[in-house]
């Protein structure tokens, strides 16, 4: 059994290989944002996902007028290929791939591995910052059939359809209100959207070098879970990084239909008045 969109997904060999394709634009996107001047693959861009794809002002993406200047900062065009990479086994990588999807850029890929393979495999990492050429890109309307809102949740649980909770077995529980560290992704309550099960994003991914598992052992995971590629399923964490990356391998490795990343997720939730928690 292979991925179902396998050409969502490239090796560290292939990037390697294609460093100086003028069609390919790699981009950086990391949980750190520092680990970029610290020394990243020849050519690639930094995305940062809080400064460079946030609204300054409205808890909320880019609008699509910024999306469409970013990307013309890049250098990228509406046919050039994106390669996202990043660390924490590309979960901002991941992020940075839906926006790009969100605002109608076909031609993604995902690093498999990440930072943490590319490293592993002692390929080069240079510290000096390329300038690209600045182009006219044109983005799409959003695609709200890859993003959920809290109305879309509230359907969702009346409907009882299924949904993913992909934050760790104590956020799950409720257990763990804060994640340490975060203090930006706090949150008034703690539990879980009622109908959701959990399965943890590390699950799908090899925790020696951060790649994917493969096909047969992720769906074993999912429908084991009772996810099925057979109806709508929304995916959430605490500000929907996490679960793009659950988004991902649900809609291109294993290829289910309707996948939809809540990126509201619990910080929204958790702290939204008479929304209905599960502990």
């Excluded at 182009?135 to 709200?144: F, L, N, Q, S, V």
């Excluded at 340490?180 to 090899?206: C, F, K, L, M």
């Excluded at 709508?232 to 289910?256: D, N, P, Q």
Aim: charged share 25%; aromatic share 12%.
């Amino acid at each position: 059994m292979s991925y179902t969109h396998p050409e969502y997904l490239v090796e560290t060999s292939w990037v390697a290989e294609h460093l100086n394709d003028p069609n390919i634009r790699i981009i950086e996107s990391d949980e750190d944002p520092l680990l970029y001047a610290i020394g990243h693959i020849p050519g690639a861009a930094q995305v940062d996902w809080f400064t460079t794809l946030q609204h300054p002002l409205r808890r909320d993406f880019v609008t699509k007028e910024q999306f469409e200047g970013v990307a013309s900062k890049l250098g990228i065009t509406n046919d050039t290929t994106v390669i996202f990479y990043g660390d924490k086994s590309n979960w901002f990588a991941c992020y940075a791939l839906w926006l790009f999807q969100y605002y109608g850029h076909q031609n993604v890929k995902i690093m498999n591995g990440g930072r943490i393979k590319w490293e592993q495999e002692k390929r080069a990492l240079v510290k000096d910052v390329p300038v690209f050429k600045e182009t006219i890109y044109k983005a799409k309307e959003a695609d709200r059939s890859i993003r959920a809102f809290r109305e879309d949740v509230f359907k969702q649980i009346d409907a009882k359809k299924p949904m993913v909770d992909v934050r760790s077995p104590k956020e799950y529980s409720g257990e763990m209100l804060h994640m340490p560290n975060y203090p930006q992704e706090g949150a008034t309550r703690g539990g879980h959207i009622p109908g959701a099960v959990s399965i943890p994003w590390a699950q799908a991914v090899n925790e020696a070098d951060a790649t994917f598992k493969t096909a047969e052992e992720l769906k074993a995971l999912y429908e084991g879970k009772n996810i099925k590629n057979d109806g709508e399923i929304i995916a959430y964490c605490r500000i929907g990084e996490r679960s793009s990356l659950t988004w991902f391998v649900l809609k291109y490795l294993l290829g289910y239909p309707t996948v939809k990343n809540y990126d509201g997720s619990w910080t929204e939730w958790g702290n939204l008045v008479d929304a209905p928690i599960e502990k």
